[in-house]
């Protein structure tokens, strides 16, 4: 019996540009990794806003194990159905009663025999007035702990103190706790005192030459003008924003976890300057 298991996590996956370089990439990055379980967050597939049946089924087919999702999981209504009869497909589990789908679930790990309970929540700060995110976790949190020590929650809220709260919150009762939603990913990976593995946002999985994956003409347009206009996914420059987290299977306490963009960023740049 292995001592750990390696928890890969993809950030927001926006639009074509998002689904095009997983599908190239994630099946060797599952393999170089050694990946025991794979967690996506989906919210931005269809075309930026939401997500469908077919893209989930794919999803899922590339070695994905569970979709969660953020703000925009209710924006398509024909995934409604899909999202009440499958729990590998999640939405935030604090929006009020009677919205479709399921907030956690607890899954079995294929390459070991261990279970994992996934949680996705939502902030309220500076996004919709749903139910309390704290509360909602305590609940799922006890749920899942009758059943294994392994708990991963993707927190998808907007506001950095509130996500750092809940990592403080949840320590140690949780594995690992990673934000998602900003669609920017944060350097301050680490691993609290009681052994949560900690991250304020593992970014945005899509094209870059835009901004937070949406065309950067439109972006800019909406801050000059004032004005609400209608965004498109932006094309070029796709990069996987990840993170790996590996836990210990006996006490469910994170070992080590470490967020990665592929292909790396140019950092450098390629020609010398003239100046
Ligand atoms: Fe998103
Ligand atoms: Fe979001």
Redesign the pocket.
């Known amino acids: 019996m292995p001592k750990h298991v390696t928890i890969l996590f993809i950030g927001?996956i926006v639009g074509e540009e998002g689904l095009g370089v997983v599908r190239s990439f994630l099946p060797s990055l599952i393999q170089k990794h050694k990946a025991d379980f794979v967690i996506a967050n989906g919210?931005n597939t269809h075309e930026g806003h939401g997500i469908n049946d077919a893209i989930i089924r794919e999803l899922l087919n590339l070695g994905i194990h569970v979709v969660t999702g953020?703000?925009?999981s209710f924006d398509k209504w024909k995934v409604f159905p899909y999202m009440r009869s499958n729990n590998h497909i999640l939405r935030p589990l604090n929006y009020p009663t009677g919205n479709a789908g399921f907030g956690y679930g607890i899954y079995s790990i294929p390459s070991v025999n261990v279970s994992i309970g996934v949680i996705n929540i939502q902030g309220r700060t500076f996004m919709k007035a749903i139910d309390d995110p704290f509360r909602s976790v305590d609940w799922a949190i006890d749920q899942i702990q009758k059943e294994t020590s392994l708990i991963f929650i993707d927190f998808?809220a907007e506001a950095t103190a509130e996500k750092v709260s809940m990592g403080w919150h949840v320590d140690g009762r949780a594995s690992v706790l990673i934000g998602?939603?900003t669609h920017i990913p944060t350097n301050d990976a680490r691993i609290l005192p009681k052994g949560l593995g900690y991250l304020t946002d593992a970014g945005m999985t899509g094209s870059y030459a835009g901004s937070l994956g949406m065309d950067v003409k439109v972006a800019i347009k909406r801050f000059t003008t004032g004005v609400h206009q209608k965004y498109k996914a932006a094309t070029g420059d796709t990069h996987i924003s990840a993170v790996l987290a590996k836990i210990y299977i006996e006490s469910g306490k994170c070992m080590e976890i470490r967020p990665f963009i592929f292909p790396e960023f140019n950092k450098v740049s390629e020609k010398p300057s003239r100046f």
């Open positions: 927001d919210e953020g703000d925009h998808h998602t939603h």
